[in-house]
């Protein structure tokens, strides 16, 4: 459909009935549309995603310099258990982790996609919630749900519900970044504590015994990504967000691609009470927990004041502190000063201790 | 952190640090083994060794338990997973722990129902939630754990589950450190004694490691601050010609142990006539198995276990590792052909296994000497 003919007459739409998701509602037909209209048109309702084409149209914005922006483009899938965890739940998380995987891009988000494999059963008012988190996740964001798909598969054969989204989104006109350009030299900056959404969901899986009060950080980082490039593009030489793995392991891809050392002083590293505390109980190093709205980055150090204030003056940065610097050597090893006094090396993670955080 | 920073104070160690200094003797070196994989991830993850003058060096000991499982008694594990009906219940560290025919994490890509457990206490829910399936559980470990698995034997048994069963794979700490100090291979100072395993057994059994073999066992917490005081109390009792058993742990440890703990142990297990242990060989008396009356938990008793006998890799030398022969990097697979991603022994796949803990940790130090030494 295209704007200028008239929108055809409304077509009868099936009612949603029930109160689980049937296979029905995989097939195609009436109780499709009637799934896609009732939660997910409901709940994103706009005006690329409302007509339901197969995919949606986007108008690229003209930059100020050329004229002719560079797009990042990016898909991750979700497959978190439990399905909700305290501070947010599979949507706000598969809206979240796109948004935030442009942010590192240094960009800004234009249109999401979101993909549904769900599993027969799943609550319908559970799948509502989900798709309403969606909706909150990417007005909080400043973008929307463009297009989608939906399927739907036999008990026993997803967990509930599965989300893979994809985004497009604007990068900055002055960004430059790449995990290869850190330079020794350069400081370390993370824009808060570590290690709040994988042992929040660790915990709310229900399995260990142990109750803390803990919250996702699950959060769109967009807005913190533009102020930092507004303020010192320059001398950002790489953004990350520190998901699975964790820091550890986003620090270890940085000295690897740049060929760098990284020195981390624990002392300095923002880790919660209680996510310290579950760490220690669980004999898990927060290094390596997920973070999914913390982003990593490296700055020069000429301009690392300037980009530490214009985190902090930005609501998801103002705990962010410099956690380390980029050295020359050890090239490609990422060490740690111990708040005990020791060093020690600081590996990628081999076996997942957490796995299905995200 | 309440209870954790206090045990971790720079200012602390420093002074601890120079106290050790001072009681070294000149032109003498000392090698003491720390005998619980805790206590090795610790010395790495802090970085404990900077406090530590040259003339002491530290060796790993074989108290970790995945590091000691024998690769034929994985091949059993897997043998009695691989049955039609049977869900095998393990601790995640047992996971990549490579048998002859691969891990329990290959065994389970090809079909077999294995899942990870915290405690053998979610291994006896399963098997109420799976009344159709023979439910094993993995034990491993040593007195640390076996008490947890006796009381789970002793409350399927008051519930009636019938589909419950143990292959039990429980070692004990004594033995392997009477061997290792029989043998003569090498020549330890004094031991840095496990602080889990002691809660249960009390500090009591190690009076004939100080009596017969005239080596001080000081039994030491997991905080960084317990392993530096208790090399301090070592070194303490070799300055003046002592040898006794002494327990910096007294926080946790009592001299006589967890009498509840050792009685549900004796209730349910008694000693295997002999046991392998993975580069240690056969160790008489080293090991636990149900006693008769359990035999219907006893997963060795319901289905064929093969009872392999594998012998180690030809390349690794978990064995001496394991025997403070030598250390980690000195192996000649380290870092090359095993990794914790490919490991071709045990010590390097849990992350208090030496080789793991090096590994993760410690390679730094060791690139610096190196450096230092060109």
């Not at chain 1, 915990?203 to 967009?222: F, Y």
């Not at chain 2, 008490?147 to 429980?170: I, K, Y």
């Not at chain 2, 061997?179 to 057994?201: K, N, R, T």
């Not at chain 2, 192996?331 to 796949?349: D, L, N, Q, S, W």
Request: net charge neutral; aromatic share 6%; glycine share 10%.
């Amino acid at each position: 459909m295209t704007s200028g003919q008239a929108a055809p007459a409304a077509r009868p739409t099936a009612r949603l009935e029930g109160e689980r998701v049937t296979l029905a509602h995989g097939s195609g037909g009436k109780a499709t549309q009637a799934l896609v209209q009732a939660v997910f048109v409901e709940a994103f309702h706009n005006p690329r995603l409302d007509p339901l084409e197969d995919g949606a149209v986007l108008e690229v914005p003209e930059t100020a310099t050329n004229g002719r922006p560079r797009l990042a483009y990016t898909t991750d899938s979700f497959v978190v258990s439990p399905l909700f965890f305290p501070g947010g739940c599979i949507g706000d998380l598969a809206v979240n982790g796109t948004v935030n995987d442009l942010a590192a891009c240094g960009a800004q988000p234009l249109a999401l996609s979101a993909s549904f494999i769900i599993e027969e059963g799943l609550a319908l008012a559970d799948l509502r919630r989900i798709a309403q988190a969606m909706a909150k996740a990417a007005r909080a964001a400043g973008t929307e749900v463009a297009t989608g798909d939906t399927k739907v598969v036999q008990r026993g054969k997803a967990d509930g519900c599965f989300i893979t989204t994809s985004g497009v989104g604007a990068v900055h006109p002055g960004a430059r970044l790449s995990i290869a350009n850190a330079r020794p030299g350069d400081r370390v900056i993370v824009s808060g504590p570590v290690g709040d959404h994988g042992a929040t969901v660790m915990l709310a899986r229900g399995e260990l015994g142990i109750s803390a009060q803990v919250a996702s950080d699950t959060a769109p980082l967009n807005g913190l990504v533009a102020a930092l490039l507004d303020e010192a593009a320059a001398g950002t030489h790489a953004l990350r967000d520190p998901t699975r793995g964790g820091l550890a392991t986003v620090l270890n891809e940085v000295a690897a691609a740049s060929g760098v050392g990284v020195v981390l002083d624990e002392a300095a590293i923002p880790v919660r009470t209680a996510v310290r505390g579950a760490c220690e109980l669980l004999g898990i190093d927060p290094l390596y927990v997920a973070c999914e709205g913390r982003m990593v980055a490296v700055v020069a150090p000429d301009l690392a004041d300037r980009a530490l204030a214009a985190m902090r003056a930005h609501p998801l940065g103002a705990e962010a502190t410099v956690v380390g610097e980029v050295t020359a050597e050890p090239a490609g090893m990422v060490l740690e000063k111990t708040a005990f006094g020791g060093t020690r090396v600081v590996d990628m993670l081999s076996g997942d201790p957490l796995p299905r955080i995200c | 952190m309440r209870f954790v920073d206090e045990y971790r104070d720079p200012a602390k160690a420093r002074a601890l640090a120079r106290q050790i200094a001072s009681l070294c003797e000149p032109g003498r070196t000392y090698k003491l083994m720390e005998v619980c994989g805790g206590h090795t991830h610790t010395i790495y993850k802090h970085g404990l060794e900077a406090y530590l003058p040259e003339a002491v060096s530290l060796v790993h000991g074989p108290g970790c338990p995945v590091c000691v499982i024998p690769m034929g008694r994985v091949d059993d594990a897997i043998a009695i997973a691989s049955q039609p009906g049977v869900t095998m219940a393990t601790f995640g560290d047992l996971m990549r722990v490579p048998g002859r025919r691969g891990s329990f994490l290959d065994a389970k890509a090809k079909g077999a129902d294995i899942r990870m457990v915290y405690s053998p206490l979610d291994a006896l829910r399963l098997a109420r939630e799976l009344p159709d399936r023979q439910v094993v559980f993995m034990a491993i470990g040593f007195e640390t754990t076996a008490p947890s698995t006796a009381v789970t034997v002793l409350r399927a048994q008051a519930e009636g589950v019938r589909n419950f069963s143990v292959f039990c794979n429980h070692v004990t700490i004594i033995p392997p450190l009477r061997a290792i100090l029989s043998s003569a291979e090498v020549a330890l100072d004094g031991f840095i004694g496990p602080g889990h395993v002691s809660a249960v057994i009390g500090c009591r059994p190690y009076e004939v490691i100080a009596r017969e073999h005239q080596k001080p066992v000081v039994v030491t917490g997991f905080e960084p601050l317990d392993v530096l005081q208790a090399v301090y109390m070592l070194m303490r009792q070799l300055s003046e010609r002592r040898a006794a058993v002494e327990n910096q742990y007294s926080r946790v440890v009592s001299w006589e142990g967890n009498p509840a703990a050792l009685q549900v142990i004796d209730q349910t297990m008694e000693l295997r006539p002999s046991f392998e242990w993975r580069g240690l060989g056969d160790i008489p008396y080293s090991a636990l198995k149900l006693r008769s009356r359990y035999a219907a938990f006893d997963a060795e008793e319901r289905f064929e276990v093969p009872g392999a006998r594998v012998a180690d890799p030809r390349a690794c030398q978990c064995g001496q590792v394991l025997r403070g022969l030598i250390q980690p990097w000195q192996c000649r697979v380290f870092a090359k052909a095993c990794t914790p991603e490919r490991p071709i022994g045990t010590c390097m796949v849990s992350s208090e296994g030496a080789c793991a803990a090096y590994y993760n940790f410690g390679r730094r130090h060791r690139q610096a000497q190196k450096a230092g030494q060109r």
